[in-house]
């Protein structure tokens, strides 16, 4: 259990006459900053709620060319054992904000054309594949935040505000209703567990649920968005995303994590919540699944490092500070060398033990794969791809090197969801892992020609 943590750089005889600098021993100014709690549409940035983390507001247009590379053919594909001979592959994808498209702290139209199922279906060749997208008026959506200024040590961000989705107040608040049919149920926030029970009372969620399904607030009731979606789509291939934002959601809200909260029910009953999961795959449908990745892979867990600031040494215990105003204005004007003194509250600070509850390696993705296996589906180790690019040695089949840096070309602005470049790498090994798991023969993406293509620059 954590408690409240005091910090203190061990000096060497030379640095005693150091100055010391002494910083606000509470964290209240972190509640007078935040923004508003009843703004209608909380946004997903991680930072985003803190009027101090932003500069100023900005208006953006859509930059990358989406069009340019869709419309390119692919050639033959060939499923292998996804289907049989003359059968028709018809895919879904359910999941959180990785699977939606989130991208820099928003759910927007150019993200959602980038996600990685989109681009997916668009190397198997299917036609039928829809996402849930934002109309072309409205292209900004919930709107986004962009790193302020691209040399700074630490980061700040300007706000996204022109062509936003329209709003309705209430609770939840309302967006827009998507017209049409669509292929991907994946939300901000979101799993496959959610379109089972969607009475959660939850500002994040059902705002974008409610967009193109009908939540069902009755717990007692035998619908749900998942019989909804067995009764209008005969999919015979799913993409599942079911794991990730339940983890950063946890390290986010609670200030004092346990074992139970990221592995209850492997404490419980042995295996992974799965019933969602397994009504989604109630006719033997084929698909992926993905890995967790270990938080200290993302950009958002190392914008303010311990080791810039203390002696690890002097610290054993403490891991990982969760970055937030207080956090950010402690390494602004902290001056090297000097005596380091203040107190940190708990909900800043993930220490050993914590960092042991929420790996997901130790637990919860070895009961991924067994039930990949159990269900025969296709296993995406995302958190063996997270860590190769976190250490630097992930090089795509052409020749590009991915950068998970801060400011590198994977993770956008809220340092936990891919750039558009980053979903096409995670499109890449979607496919590597179909293509092994059913023998079928789907092109790769060429990411230096999509990079080209579509006008990225990072």
């Known amino acids: 259990m954590k408690i409240l943590y005091v910090f203190l750089l061990a000096l060497t005889p030379s ?26 549409l909380p946004s997903l940035h991680p930072l985003a709620r803190f009027l101090s983390m932003q500069t100023g507001e900005i208006q953006v247009h859509p930059s990358l060319n989406f069009e340019n590379w869709n419309s390119q053919k692919v050639g033959n594909v ?8 003359g059968e028709k592959v018809e895919m879904i994808a359910v999941g959180g904000g990785l699977t939606a498209g989130v991208c820099n702290g928003g759910l927007y139209r150019e993200g959602q054309l980038f996600a990685y199922p989109n681009l997916v279906a668009h190397q198997m060749g299917l036609t039928d594949f829809e996402m849930p997208l ?21 980061p700040k961000w300007k706000k996204v505000t022109n062509n936003r989705a329209p709003v309705t107040g209430g609770a939840p608040p309302v967006l827009p209703e998507y017209e049409g049919n669509t292929s991907n149920f994946a939300t901000p926030v979101g799993s496959s567990q959610w379109l089972k029970n969607s009475d959660r009372e939850d500002l994040m969620f059902r705002p974008y649920l409610a967009r193109f399904a009908t939540p069902h ?46 592995n209850g029910s492997i404490e419980q009953y042995g295996d992974i919540v799965k019933y969602s999961i397994n009504e989604i795959l109630n006719q033997g449908q084929k698909g992926i699944i993905f890995t967790v990745p270990h938080f200290r892979t993302l950009p958002y867990m190392n914008w303010f490092k311990f080791s810039e600031l203390l002696d690890p040494s002097t ?28 107190r940190l509250d708990a909900i800043y600070v993930v220490d050993a033990q914590e960092a042991s509850f929420a790996d997901p390696a130790s637990f919860y993705n070895p009961k991924i794969k067994d039930y990949a296996q159990r269900h025969n589906l296709a296993v995406v180790d995302l958190y063996e791809v997270y860590e190769r690019i976190h250490a630097g040695s992930y090089v795509t089949d052409d020749g ?33 892992a179909i293509n092994s798991k059913y023998h079928s023969q789907i092109p790769l993406i060429n990411i230096s020609e999509f990079v080209k293509t579509i006008g990225f620059k990072k």
């Open 400 to 432: 590009y090197a991915i950068d998970g840096t801060m400011k590198g070309n994977f993770f956008s602005s809220d340092g936990i969801y891919p750039t558009a470049l980053g979903q096409a790498v995670v499109a890449n090994e979607v496919i590597y």
């Open 217 to 262: 607030d009755d717990d007692n009731s035998p619908e749900s968005v998942i019989t909804d979606i067995k009764r209008d789509h005969s999919y015979n291939f799913v993409l599942i995303d079911d794991f990730f934002d339940h983890w950063i959601e946890t390290m986010q809200l609670v200030p004092n994590f346990t074992f139970g909260n990221f």
């Open 134 to 154: 934002f109309s072309e008026n409205d292209f900004n959506g919930t709107g986004y935040y962009l790193y302020d200024n691209p040399l700074a040590k630490y």
């Open 78 to 85: 060939d499923f292998g054992s996804i289907v049989g001979a």
């Open 15 to 40: 640095l005693v006459a150091c100055s010391q600098e002494t910083l606000p021993d509470t964290v209240s100014d972190d509640l007078v900053d935040a923004i508003d709690s009843t703004e209608l």
């Open 315 to 342: 610290n054993p215990d403490a891991s990982y500070l969760m970055p937030a105003p207080f956090i950010s204005r402690i390494f602004e004007q902290h001056k090297p060398g000097s005596k380091f003194t203040t």
